[in-house]
């Protein structure tokens, strides 16, 4: 995970959001969530619109395993940070909404929200510290963060299923490159926002920092 810099609310959205609040005052949780389900086709949260702002604030990846989603259009979803099952209130609010990969989005699935956990990558300062990465590509999180940030980071890697098998074997084949070329990190700080291999920032960082220790 990478930090990121949420942008302004969406016009639409808000107006979506608006209208999706008035009619539903005074509903229950319960009522809420099944007054949605039957008018999908209205309120609508996975517009052109969001998906072209997601596309530009996420540089086209993904905000929990920060791959490139290949194609944005069809195989983006908008994840809800509070579930909208357990949420339905906020289905439609900006700073509920995060932009994720078919993958990620499928493997947390409707596991709950946990406040005092979960990192939100448009909030957390340095995200990047609460995770380390092994020679093998496995992550876990970094033993040099207290107690609670360890769990925070735990608690996220498990969540989105951040040690799956595609992510595991891109970061070993990274690190491979890593171990083999002093000049790697020069290339890779040059690099844009968009670069396939900007995800792997932190990581390289990170052994670099241990091998100028060592």
């Not at 302004?8 to 009619?23: C, H, I, K, V, Y």
């Not at 395993?65 to 259009?73: A, G, L, M, V, Y």
């Not at 956990?117 to 990047?128: C, G, M």
Request: aromatic residues 14%; glycine residues 2%.
């Amino acid at each position: 995970m990478v930090s990121l810099k949420r942008t302004q609310e969406p016009e639409e959205l808000s107006r979506t959001n608006r209208e999706f609040r008035d009619a539903i005052s005074g509903m229950s949780t319960k009522e809420t969530y099944d007054f949605y389900k039957k008018n999908e086709r209205r309120y609508r949260y996975n517009t052109e619109e969001i998906k072209e702002i997601f596309r530009k604030m996420n540089h086209e990846r993904c905000s929990f395993c920060t791959k490139r989603i290949s194609d944005f259009k069809d195989k983006m979803t908008v994840e809800h940070i509070q579930i909208k099952r357990d949420y339905p209130q906020k289905i439609f609010q900006w700073n509920n909404l995060l932009c994720a990969c078919s993958v990620c989005n499928t493997k947390r699935g409707t596991a709950p929200y946990v406040e005092q956990k979960y990192l939100d990558p448009t909030k957390a300062p340095d995200i990047e510290k609460y995770f380390s990465f092994q020679l093998d590509g496995n992550i876990i999180p970094n033993e040099e963060l207290d107690l609670e940030e360890q769990q925070k980071a735990e608690y996220m890697i498990k969540l989105y299923k951040l040690w799956r098998y595609e992510l595991v074997c891109e970061r070993r084949a990274f690190l491979k490159d890593l171990m083999e070329d002093d000049d790697y990190f020069e290339i890779l700080s040059k690099k844009s926002d968009s670069s396939q291999s900007i995800i792997f920032l932190s990581v390289f960082t990170y052994y670099k920092s241990k091998q100028q220790l060592e």
